[in-house]
């Protein structure tokens, strides 16, 4: 199996996630589940039924935190230093609109766009990977090219 990388903050809140899950979500969906067998005819019973299907959820989801935090491979971003790699926080600018944007370099558990958290595996995760402050970057995006300019490159 291939490790998983992520930052600190990312592998703390998917234990959280996990924690929260076994301690809270699947006991609450059990009760659920037996309030629900206790009206009867299970054949009709919506209530069961969405609970069953809660549960199916969660312990999907379970599994899919417990497999991505055995593969972890924490990286400390504070450590590092030099081009943009993973954990990099790097502030762009778009050299057509000149629209600046700051992102963080992550790993794909912890990708959030909104938050300006970048998958590693994104396309313009990808072509800023051994750049330095200064470089343009041509990004290939299902969306079309961008031209970026690399402002500043920080690890944080």
Known sequence: MEKIPMTRKGHLALETELKHLKSV????????IAEAREH??????AEYHSAKEKQSF?????????GAISLADV??????KGGIKFGATVTLVDEDTD???TYQIVGEYEANIEAGLLNIKSPIARALIGKEEG?????????G????????????
């Open 58 to 66: 969660i312990e999907g989801r379970i599994k899919e935190l417990e």
């Open 40 to 45: 009867g005819d299970l054949s009709e019973n």
């Open 25 to 32: 979500e699947r006991p609450a969906i059990i009760k659920a």
């Open 99 to 101: 629209e600046e944007k």
């Open 75 to 80: 990286i400390d971003p504070t450590k590092m």
């Open 135 to 143: 470089d343009s970057v041509e990004v290939h995006t299902p969306g």
């Open 145 to 156: 090219g961008k031209s970026y300019e690399v402002l500043k490159i920080a690890f944080i």
